[in-house]
T-cell receptor
Framework: TQLLEQSPQFLSIQEGENLTVYCNSSSVFSSLQWYRQEPGEGPVLLVTVVTGGEVKKLKRLTFQFGDARKDSSLHITAAQPGDTGLYLC????????????FGKGTLLTVNP | SQTIHQWPATLVQPVGSPLSLECTVEGTSNPNLYWYRQAAGRGLQLLFYSVGIGQISSEVPQNLSASRPQDRQFILSSKKLLLSDSGFYLCALSVGPGGYTFGSGTRLTVV
């Protein structure tokens, strides 16, 4: 069974601070995705990374896929209250029966 | 673009009553469809997935079943709800390795 461990589970910071959240596994994934979920809503895809060592930037968010494709990180620069939410990472196993394994998430609160 | 519609948004049902949650898709054909359950706003547990009409794979033995009567319709059902069936149910679709599109979810409370 593939497992994804996310850390920290909870993070509360002040507006303007930087932060990094982590997603780790002992398994290799064909792709790694990050989602953000707000209360009472479904998760929304932020990014997909597929190549070991790949780095993608989305405005103030930087995503990195580990060289061995077993881990990933999400770095947010100058966090804003609008960044508040549950950040979920998910690993893809590929194939025609494409399924994702989700981590339990990091609950981020950015205080104004 | 792909859109996914899920309803109702909230549902309160007594123990022992039946359940039917529906999910419909627009903007794509032959998607993979998924039902997830999320407890206490945390990780997602895959319940069922479908790669085509009438094709259902169950991930977790439980009190629920799923059906896909049409390409763009996915239904989650139960004959008799249990208290432990309470949770946030999410329908999702994928058309490749690029990621999932999720519905807005149904908050089910069994009382």
């Amino acid at each position: 069974t593939q497992l994804l461990e996310q850390s920290p589970q909870f993070l509360s910071i002040q507006e303007g601070e930087n932060l990094t959240v982590y997603c780790n596994s002992s398994s290799v994934f064909s792709s790694l995705q990050w989602y953000r979920q707000e209360p009472g809503e479904g998760p929304v895809l932020l990014v997909t990374v597929v190549t070991g060592g790949e780095v993608k930037k989305l405005k103030r968010l930087t995503f990195q896929f580990g060289d061995a494709r077993k881990d990933s990180s999400l770095h947010i620069t100058a966090a804003q209250p609008g960044d508040t939410g549950l950040y979920l990472c998910a690993g893809g196993s590929g194939g025609s029966n494409y399924k994702l394994t989700f981590g339990k998430g990091t609950l981020l609160t950015v205080n104004p | 673009s792909q859109t996914i519609h899920q309803w109702p948004a909230t549902l309160v049902q007594p123990v022992g009553s039946p359940l039917s949650l529906e999910c419909t898709v627009e903007g794509t054909s032959n998607p993979n469809l998924y039902w997830y359950r999320q407890a206490a706003g945390r990780g997602l547990q895959l319940l069922f997935y479908s790669v085509g009409i009438g094709q259902i794979s169950s991930e977790v033995p439980q009190n629920l079943s799923a059906s896909r009567p049409q390409d763009r319709q996915f239904i989650l059902s139960s004959k008799k709800l249990l208290l432990s069936d309470s949770g946030f149910y999410l329908c999702a679709l994928s058309v490749g390795p690029g990621g999932y599109t999720f519905g807005s979810g149904t908050r089910l409370t069994v009382v």
